[in-house]
């Protein structure tokens, strides 16, 4: 059985950029001119867009323009599930500069950062505009999410922070937007060769943004009709607007998904157990099909089938 062989698979990551694509990438012409600026800032009704080379870099980026430098300095975090679980990235980026509290405000908090979890968008991030505080949408995996009245994710904030490699083909890249005129000017953009062969890529890929998210439902409905025959069921409710960036779901209590993670990391499947909760998620993107999906299957059934 090819799932007993614990190397030699195919790799399998969150992010859609195959080697083929990062060699196609490779042919597209660095970009020095801000059309990508131009173009986010039109599409979000942005004041202000820069790019990073990645989310995190983003993320610590706005941070620094509020003064979070300190422990003293919170930033409160929440999230869509409402959930335990946070993004390392997320993490990393608060600690590095100040220190975060879960789904509460007190009177250290100097920052609120909501945080778009997977594609679904969290709703009522107007709800916080009471507090007076500094709002940081993240939406590093949330790119063409909408919320319902069709706004899209990343809008209502301050701020707002992307990663482009969560949606795109290329391996880095993200973006920090400034949305309010009356909070700190985002800090200014590097001109190194990373961020024009960033621009260059996302301009040549900005056209298929619909594409891309048209095959990712599609991809998500397989998802769902092939895993319930197993007893996993979606973590979120269906959600107008939302765009699925990991097939994240409702595991049967007896699975034992700490053992899942390490049997499909094994054999080159980059997952997690979503912590808090008897969930779990696997990739789900553009680049992948329906073939992919079935192979996921059969591997989480070779697994059922040793655990028993």
């Not at 202000?48 to 003064?67: A, K």
């Amino acid at each position: 059985m090819v799932s007993e062989v614990e190397s030699n698979h195919p790799l399998l990551s969150v992010i859609p950029c195959s080697l083929a694509a990062a060699c196609r990438n490779l042919n597209i012409t660095p970009s020095r001119s801000h059309e990508l600026n131009q173009l986010l800032k039109h599409r979000l009704d942005a004041i202000e867009v820069v790019i990073g080379q990645n989310c995190r870099e983003s993320l610590r980026g706005v941070l620094d323009v509020l003064g979070i430098q300190s422990v003293n300095d919170e930033v409160a975090v929440f999230t869509t599930s409402g959930r335990p679980y946070l993004s390392g990235c997320v993490s990393k980026a608060i600690d590095s500069a100040g220190s975060w509290i879960r789904e509460n405000i007190t009177q250290k908090t100097k920052v609120i950062l909501v945080v778009h979890e997977f594609g679904y968008p969290y709703e009522d991030v107007s709800g916080f505009r009471k507090f007076g505080l500094p709002i940081i949408e993240d939406a590093a995996f949330s790119f063409d999410s909408r919320f319902l009245n069709g706004d899209l994710v990343g809008t209502r904030g301050d701020y707002a922070v992307f990663s482009f490699s969560k949606f795109f083909d290329i391996q880095i890249g993200g973006a920090s937007v400034r949305l309010n005129e009356d909070v700190p000017e985002l800090p200014s953009e590097s001109e190194n060769n990373a961020i024009k062969y960033v621009k260059g890529i996302i301009l040549s890929q900005y056209s298929n943004i619909g594409e891309f998210t048209r095959a990712r439902l599609e991809l998500f409905r397989y998802y769902v009709e092939r895993f319930k025959e197993i007893g996993a069921v979606p973590y979120f409710e269906d959600q107008m607007g939302a765009v699925p960036s990991v097939f994240l779901f409702r595991a049967p209590t007896l699975w034992n998904l700490v053992k899942l993670k390490e049997y499909l990391w094994k054999r080159g499947i980059q997952c997690t157990v979503f912590y808090g909760d008897d969930a779990f998620y696997l990739p789900l993107h553009h680049a992948m099909e329906k073939a992919t999906v079935d192979y996921l299957y059969w591997m989480v059934n070779a697994f059922l089938d040793e655990n028993k």
